[in-house]
């Protein structure tokens, strides 16, 4: 009977594991503790070949395990800034924000359909998508470019499109992060953000995805660990708050499933431990606890709410109404035909080839030219030219996607290939990189002497010695041809009108910077418009 409740309890968890093969731990989670969802990260991804046969393996474990329904595999595809498999085994597609400057509804429910294919190809069948967050606060350490922009509605209309996408193809989409991370200046993976704002004002921004999301019945939404004073009376993140979660069951009347963030982020394991987040999690009335890091908590967890219903501090009805969700949404998206079959790599290349078309066009159309002196663009394709930009500061395997508890989207890091792009139109371009120091003395003479300097940053508002090279390098440049662009959040140079022509680009993916490229070198026109307020640009 121990063992029938464990592994009727493990459906409601969904886990993560370390490794690209399955390992003990994972197959152990599956059958001896039924776990009904698994998170895959960057670190269980190595190519096409293997993902596939992993997700797969996982499914194959579950069946002969005897589990009712297949596992739902789930990863965080949010594109752009957050891409869990992107090039070379598939490709590159926009981001929130590059949806949102680009302008367009069709296109977001086409990326977001793409976006399908590519995960269903895998055998990979929920997205933790769209993002339902409002980038209201600028120097935002853990939303930025993962938001399509400022304004609610839009926010709203643009989840909306996404989830269709994405639903179109059989992959169940989970909207993020309630009830809105958007105006924190914490980032939950590293402590418990708290937002001061009375009801009223959460319902003019925060709460508005959300509301429309539960309207249209989507089928997840992802709770974040923030606490909300003036939302719920209690200082609890949401994730563990029973007023927070009772505003999105009873006041916006949501019978989906409503699941946790993960509950290893520091968020909820510093304040009430991961373990007994998870009880306080299931009382508050999630259905569904995320656990992606260590298999003793992943564990630990599942017993420690057997025991809460051998207690009585948890009732079984409580947890049979998550297990009846849970149910209704597998036997929608999932079916074991499906899920025990294997993909070709010939039916991948065909995805592959339709997404990179897409992508480009939707690129293109996002690029947004906020400024330009005039006569400047488009540049020569024979000047001397210095391309400018920030090397890696920390070690690059801390920038976003690594797959671990943390999440840096702070990373001042820029692609060496992005020096490639602008050589692809003029082949003498040199390559300057900078980390917190200023450049050499003979790296400025090598600036002084250029007929055009091109600047690349990445969030310079938070990172100051980017801020301050960019506007000695506009002082020093004076007339003299200097382009900045903004490779990931636009507000490095928005107000600063000593930066004379300044580009967005919305996401440090190669494929986004190529598209500035184009624009400067007059190849393509800027199409894209800002989807964030700004007093003068």
């Given amino acids: 009977m121990a063992q029938e409740r464990r592994k009727t309890i493990g459906q409601l968890f969904a886990v993560g594991f370390h490794g690209t093969e399955v390992d003990d731990n994972i197959r152990s989670l599956i059958r001896d503790y039924g776990v009904g969802a698994i998170v895959l990260f960057k670190h269980n991804i190595r190519d096409a070949a293997q993902l596939r046969e992993l997700c ?11 589990h009712d329904q297949p596992l739902f595999v789930g990863i965080d595809q949010e594109n752009g800034l957050v891409t869990r498999i992107g090039p070379p085994i598939a490709a590159q597609l926009p981001g929130p924000m590059s949806l949102g400057a680009a302008g367009s509804l069709d296109s977001a429910y086409a990326v977001a359909k793409a976006t399908g294919e590519i995960l269903g190809h895998f055998g990979i069948n929920m997205n933790y998508a769209p993002v339902g967050d409002i980038n209201s606060e600028p120097l935002n350490p853990v939303i930025g470019v993962r938001s399509p922009g400022d304004d609610p509605e839009k926010v709203s209309q643009f989840a909306a499109a996404c989830a269709r996408g994405l639903r179109d193809c059989q992959v169940a989409p989970c909207i993020k992060h309630f009830p809105g991370h958007g105006d924190t200046a914490v980032d939950s993976h590293y402590g418990l953000p708290v937002i001061h704002k009375s009801r009223a004002d959460l319902e003019k921004t925060e709460l508005v995805p959300f509301r429309h999301a539960a309207a249209e019945g989507i089928e997840m939404v992802m709770t974040a660990h923030i606490s909300l004073p003036g939302l719920a009376g209690s200082k609890l993140p949401a994730t563990l708050s029973p007023e927070a979660i009772g505003i999105l069951r009873n006041d916006m009347e949501y019978g989906g499933l409503i699941m946790t963030d993960c509950l290893e982020m520091d968020g909820v394991r510093a304040t009430s431990g991961t373990v007994e987040g998870s009880l306080m999690a299931f009382q508050a009335g999630v259905d569904n606890v995320m656990i992606c890091h260590t298999y003793e908590v992943q564990t630990a967890a599942i017993d420690r709410i057997c025991q809460a219903i051998e207690s009585g501090e948890i009732s079984q009805q409580r947890i049979d109404a998550s297990l009846d969700r849970l149910r209704k949404l597998k036997s929608r998206f999932t079916s074991w035909d499906v899920a025990l079959q294997s993909q070709t790599p010939d039916s991948l290349s065909t995805i592959n080839k339709e997404a990179e078309i897409l992508a480009a066009r939707v690129y293109q159309d996002a690029t947004t030219l906020v400024r330009s002196q005039t006569g400047l663009l488009p540049l020569s394709r024979t000047a001397k030219t210095v391309f400018v930009s920030p090397g890696p500061n920390i070690p690059i395997g801390g920038a976003v996607g690594s797959g671990d508890a943390v999440l840096p989207t702070r990373v001042p890091w820029v692609k060496s290939s992005f020096g490639d792009a602008l050589r692809r139109y003029n082949p003498s371009v040199v390559d300057i990189r900078f980390t917190d120091s200023t450049l050499s ?22 990172s100051q010695y980017q801020k301050d090279l960019g506007m000695e390098l506009a002082r020093r440049r004076g007339e003299s041809p200097l382009v900045a662009i903004a490779t990931c959040n636009p ?47």
Avoid at 450 to 461: E, F, K, P, Y
Wanted: no cysteine.
């Fill in 56 to 66: 797969l393996g996982l499914q194959t474990i579950a069946k002969e395990a005897g």
């Fill in 491 to 537: 507000y490095d140079f928005l107000e600063d009108r000593a930066m004379r022509t300044y580009l967005a680009v919305y996401e440090p993916t190669v494929e986004a910077f190529q598209s500035g490229v184009n624009i400067m070198y007059g190849e393509a026109t800027a199409r894209g418009r800002l989807p964030i307020a700004a007093s003068q640009a």
């Fill in 441 to 462: 003395d003979d790296q400025w003479r090598q600036v002084d002497d250029a007929d055009v300097v091109i600047l690349a940053t990445r969030n310079a508002r938070e």
